[in-house]
């Protein structure tokens, strides 16, 4: 059937509390995450206005499906994404069409040069680090703690041991200031750029200084290349399989800086929402250390491990279920049909996988945090494809998930095998939107086991 005859997008509803001209921005301005639950379209899609800019959110597993998979070589990224160059670069999560199909090899390729044993040791020796220095009764900032462990974790298996320590704190500082203030900068618009704005000029400078540390380090290791086996060698060794070309420094910069970005964040929070999580379901918590007890009997996670951990990482699953990227952003570039509907070229769209894993028909008492939803058994209800994308889908599907399982279920076992955490009473927790949504502060008191 010819494009032009198909209904138009022209059909699809409006969410709720849109208002004339402000659009839905005081609900994603006040709410956006409940905001954004809350959308059950019949259709599966529904329109939100940002502003005056139509975004058509997808909420639907079948349509997800669609603009992730196999419509994917219509659609490229979103505008939200081109705020975020001056940081990323040129960057895998950046690029478009047959230049990002040709670096997601090399990228793929380096990251799985290091061997999965690889990063279980280095997770595991961070981690006995964190929490032997841990003392009884202290109060720990948890998100911080996870966002550093994270960060530690990946700088040595991108860079070992050739990071001085001013290049580690300099890294540290700016990563750290660059996830705080990226959704701010993205959502911001151009016209405002020329304001004087503290936050924007603080971030603007902490990517200034994230790159060009990034950059001097790539320098070093030209100038001295002797035997490294870390990210950074792999990069820099990486050929296109049909070309034979390589990457050039400033792209090697970008990917790294990708990497460390893309995977701190995400793998941190998901990290933090674990401990508030387990603090708050005690049974759960008590499976998971019983677990924990039995399979490491109080060593710490051996390469081998992880995949024995099979609760902590239903637990896990539970976690990036429930705390998952609120939007997954994507603008067509060619006019295609989704969900049987003519979308012309230049639409933006947004899968929002915080919102299907929150939705009761697809996963039944969605708020609940039920670790054993994932037990198949015989007559389990198998999920649409679709349904489920903490790591998205397709072509763009997170290219750091198997490195994320072994750093997250490293780390959370090695913290329930010495302590337990409890909410430190007087904050309440808040979720911030992120790219995958983090606490806004997550202070937690150490006690022993
Ligand atoms: C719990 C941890 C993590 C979660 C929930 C997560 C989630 C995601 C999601 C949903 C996407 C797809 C974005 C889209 O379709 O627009 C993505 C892409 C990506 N992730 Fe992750 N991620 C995690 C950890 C990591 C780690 C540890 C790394 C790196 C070591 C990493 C590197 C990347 C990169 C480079 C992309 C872009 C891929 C591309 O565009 O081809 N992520 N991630």
Redesign the pocket.
């Known amino acids: 059937m010819a494009l032009a005859s198909l209904a138009s997008l022209g059909s699809v509803p409006a969410a709720r509390g849109r208002i004339p001209l402000a659009g839905h921005t005081v609900p994603l301005w006040r709410r956006p995450l409940a905001f954004l639950a809350s959308q059950r379209p019949k259709g599966g899609m529904v329109r939100v206005d940002v502003g005056p800019l139509p975004v058509y959110l997808v909420t639907d597993p079948e349509l997800a499906y669609e603009v ?1 998979v196999t419509k994917a070589a219509s659609l490229g990224r979103g505008r939200l994404y081109e705020r975020l160059r001056p940081v990323l670069g040129l ?3 950046m690029s478009d069409g047959g230049e ?1 199909r040709r670096q ?1 090899r090399l ?1 793929r390729a380096a ?1 799985r040069g290091v061997p999965p044993a690889r990063y279980t040791e280095i997770s595991a020796h961070h981690a006995e680090e964190l929490t032997s220095a841990w003392r009884t009764a202290e109060m720990v900032r948890v998100d911080e703690a996870m966002f550093d462990l ?1 960060l530690g974790i ?1 700088l040595e298996a991108a860079f070992s041991s050739g990071l001085g320590r001013a290049a580690a704190a300099e890294i540290r500082f700016s990563t750290r200031v660059v996830a705080k203030g990226v959704l701010g900068r993205a959502i911001t618009p151009r016209l405002l750029d020329r304001l004087p704005n503290p936050p924007h000029q603080r971030y603007d400078a902490a990517a200034a200084r994230l790159r060009f540390v990034v950059d001097t380090l790539i320098e070093d290791r030209r100038a001295d290349d002797g035997g490294f086996d870390d990210l950074l060698s792999l990069l820099m060794a990486a050929r296109d399989p049909e070309t034979g070309a390589g990457m050039t420094d400033d792209r090697i910069r970008d990917e790294l800086v ?2 460390l970005m ?2 701190t964040e ?2 941190a ?2 990290l933090a929402w674990s401990f508030h999580e387990l603090a708050r379901h005690p049974e759960v918590a008590d499976r998971l250390r019983e677990e924990v007890d039995r399979v490491l009997d109080g060593r710490p996670c051996a390469p081998g491990d992880p995949p024995r951990l099979a609760y902590t990482q239903r637990v896990l699953n539970e976690v ?1 279920r429930l705390h ?2 609120p939007l ?3 603008r067509t570039c060619s006019p295609v049909k989704i969900g049987g509907m003519h979308v012309p070229e230049g639409t933006e769209l947004a899968v929002s ?1 915080y919102a299907m894993h929150r939705n009761p028909w697809l996963f039944p008492y969605p708020e609940r945090l039920d670790p054993d939803r994932w037990v198949s058994t015989e007559g389990s209800r198998i999920l649409p494809r679709g349904a489920f ?5 397709g ?7 198997a ?2 399982w072994t ?2 279920t490293v780390a959370v076992a090695a913290v329930c095998s010495r302590w337990r955490l409890r909410p430190a009473g007087w904050h309440r927790v808040r979720e911030v939107p992120a ?2 949504p983090r606490p806004d502060a997550l202070p937690m008191i150490v006690e022993n086991r």
């Open positions: 992730l960057g895998l999560a990002h997601r990228v990251l994270v990946l990708t990497l893309a995977g995400q793998a929070a998901t990036v998952a990227a997954l952003p994507r996988p994308l903490p790591f998205g889908d072509g763009r599907r997170c290219v750091g998930d490195i994320a750093v997250m790219a995958v």
